[in-house]
């Protein structure tokens, strides 16, 4: 079936909107409140990446982004009958480190585009767009150190090492984009390092606030991982295949940017005859373009990278779905967590 970059509202996909929309509710006064505490020259930049303001500092509506992570954290807490109100903070850190994952990622595969507007480096310059990234990131811990919740503290650890993981995962893509040999399993830990581990880290975090034991704390953090899989093999396909009109991304950016994205590592080291001809418009200088970008999308497909991510993105929410029943075996208290990972997999189709 291909991609169309539509969410199907099914039952569960109508719930997933609604707790998408109630943690937007419930984290953007911290986020703001956070946000408002930075110097005006890190505010202009953070304030227009986030769509609350356009570049010359004037209020805008602007979409600032799902907010899958901090729903995640809220929808964790909500499962261990704990108190999603005390869990904000934590919320509101995990969306704030997510954020400065984006602005950096944005220069360094200089994608002119984010959330339908030009990207923060393009308007405000590379240097600006890091600095913002590098506050956030700080912000993020600062919003934790504040926490009078007696889990801030673990929490604090757990979201460090986050981001760690996080960095080694994005090194790992950008050094990929110069080898000729990548492995599936290496563009697997890849991306369970780059978008596995803050989901899951956002289960984990909502687990703890709830005040969950230790060692459901980490198979929470195992259910988002594999969620967070699914998760990037879906965007990885709409990186190829989606409409920019809803990704509000360029046709085809990140294969005309060359990335070595799951579903072309897939087709890459499938063996089949397309395999080699994607291998071959891989190697020509420049950006893809025209018919080269259309020939190599064929090629993926015809190699069977398409089909290889869909079916491995359900493989990953079955596993998702097996950590979660371990953590909380009565799933009827799992119903967010449910929802979410439903829109988490069939927010395209």
């Avoid at 208290?333 to 395209?348: C, H, I, K, M, P």
Wanted: glycine share 8%; charged share 25%; aromatic share 4%.
């Amino acid at each position: 079936m291909g991609i169309i970059n539509t969410f199907t509202y099914s039952r569960q996909g109508r719930e997933a909107a609604d707790l998408l929309e109630r943690a937007h509710t419930a984290v953007n006064p911290a986020l703001r409140a956070a946000v408002d505490s930075l110097p005006a020259s890190l505010h202009r930049v953070v304030a227009y990446h986030f769509g609350w303001q356009d570049a010359d500092g004037i209020p805008t509506a602007g979409a600032a982004g799902k907010a899958i992570r901090p729903a995640l954290v809220l929808a964790a807490v909500q499962a261990f009958d704990g108190r999603p109100e005390r869990a904000v903070r934590a919320a509101a850190a995990v969306e704030l480190v997510h954020n400065f994952t984006l602005l950096h990622d944005d220069v360094m595969d200089h994608d002119p585009m984010r959330r339908h507007r030009p990207t923060a480096w393009t308007v405000f310059g590379k240097s600006e767009a890091i600095l913002a990234g590098d506050a956030l990131h700080a912000l993020a811990l600062q919003t934790l150190a504040q926490d009078l919740h007696p889990a801030a503290a673990v929490a604090a650890e757990r979201l460090a090492a986050c981001v760690i993981e996080l960095c080694d995962g994005q090194h790992a893509d950008c050094a990929f984009e110069r080898r000729s040999d990548v492995s599936l399993q290496e563009s697997l830990a890849m991306a369970e390092a780059k978008t596995g581990a803050l989901l899951g880290c956002a289960c984990a975090l909502g687990a703890l606030y709830a005040g969950a034991h230790e060692r459901t704390v980490d198979v929470m953090d195992a259910f988002g991982r594999e969620a967070g899989l699914a998760f990037q093999l879906i965007d990885d396909l709409i990186g190829i295949w989606g409409d920019p009109a809803h990704t509000g991304k360029p046709a085809g950016a990140d294969l005309s940017a060359r990335k070595k994205s799951l579903p072309v590592v897939a087709a890459l080291t499938s063996g089949k005859p397309a395999a080699a001809e994607l291998a071959a418009i891989y190697r020509v200088e420049g950006p893809l373009e025209g018919d080269a970008l259309r020939r190599a999308a064929e090629a993926i497909e015809r190699a069977g990278g398409r089909d290889w991510a869909q079916g491995e993105a359900c493989i990953r929410m079955a596993g998702a779905m097996d950590h979660l029943a371990r953590a909380v075996p009565d799933l009827a208290q799992a119903g967010d967590l449910l929802a979410l990972a439903e829109f988490v997999t069939r927010r395209s189709r």
